[in-house]
């Protein structure tokens, strides 16, 4: 079986501060690993996705993720926020292959003041 | 382009009434699925339709029922809804599952309170 655990439900930030939402898995197999941004009252939208190749995966933006095979982790980060990055992030994991079921984490929310 | 749209976006029930919630993608995707979302709970699977003709279950599955209309409609229905069923319901839908091409893509939400 597969989980995702995101280590923050909130984080408060500054804006034009660097910031990092923490995300762990644990899948007995190779995953497919997502990053989901959610903003007030509408529905989920891709942020960036890992299935193969470079560790280092860039999304819109401009959030990056990086794939930790050995430390099974995939923190999302970015450089500077700003006010409109205020939403909450989903982590989520699947496996590869003929599967249906995307399994997400808790959620964290990410708070962005002036 | 619409995506994925659902309807109603808000309904207030009472314990023991009946509902469906709609769904519809225009993408000419092959699978579709409803997640319901609870504070802190993330988003959990309740069922799934890998393609027309088929649907299994999620995680949650218990007090719901769902049918694959067609390729492009699938529907989530409570037979006699409790207060437990008070959620945010989604729905999504993927070109194929999300092991193969790894993107969903959520409709708005349906905001359902039983009381």
């Known amino acids: 079986a597969q989980s995702v655990t995101q280590l923050d439900s909130q984080v408060p930030v500054f804006e034009e501060a660097p910031v990092e939402l923490r995300c762990n898995y644990s899948?007995?197999?190779?995953?497919?690993l997502f990053w989901y941004v959610q903003y007030p009252n509408q529905g989920l939208q891709l942020l960036l996705k890992?299935?193969?190749?470079?560790?280092l995966v860039k999304g819109i933006n401009g959030f990056e993720a990086e794939f930790n095979k050995s430390q099974t982790s995939f923190h999302l980060r970015k450089p500077s926020v700003h006010i409109s990055d205020t939403a909450e992030y989903f982590c989520?994991?699947?496996?590869?292959?003929?599967?249906?079921?995307?399994?997400f984490g808790k959620g964290t929310l990410l708070t962005v003041n002036p | 382009n619409a995506g994925v749209t659902q309807t109603p976006k808000f309904q207030v029930l009472k314990t023991g009434q009946s509902m469906t919630l709609q769904c519809a993608q225009d993408?000419?995707?092959?699978?579709m699925y409803w997640y319901r979302q609870d504070p802190g709970m993330g988003l959990r699977l309740i069922y799934y339709?890998?393609?027309?003709?088929?649907?299994d279950k999620g995680e949650v599955p218990n007090g719901y029922n769902v049918s694959r209309l067609n390729k492009r409609e699938f529907s989530l229905r409570l037979e006699s809804a409790a207060p437990s069923q008070t959620s945010v319901y989604f729905c999504?839908?993927?070109?194929?599952?999300?092991?193969?091409?790894?993107?969903?893509?959520f409709g708005e939400g349906s905001r359902l309170t039983v009381l």
């Open positions: 890992y299935l193969s190749g470079s560790t």
């Open positions: 993408m000419n995707h092959n699978s």
């Open positions: 339709s890998a393609s027309e003709g088929t649907t």
């Open positions: 899948s007995s197999v190779s995953v497919y």
């Open positions: 989520a994991v699947t496996r590869g292959g003929s599967n249906y079921k995307l399994t």
């Open positions: 999504a839908s993927s070109e194929n599952g999300v092991g193969l091409t790894g993107e969903l893509f």
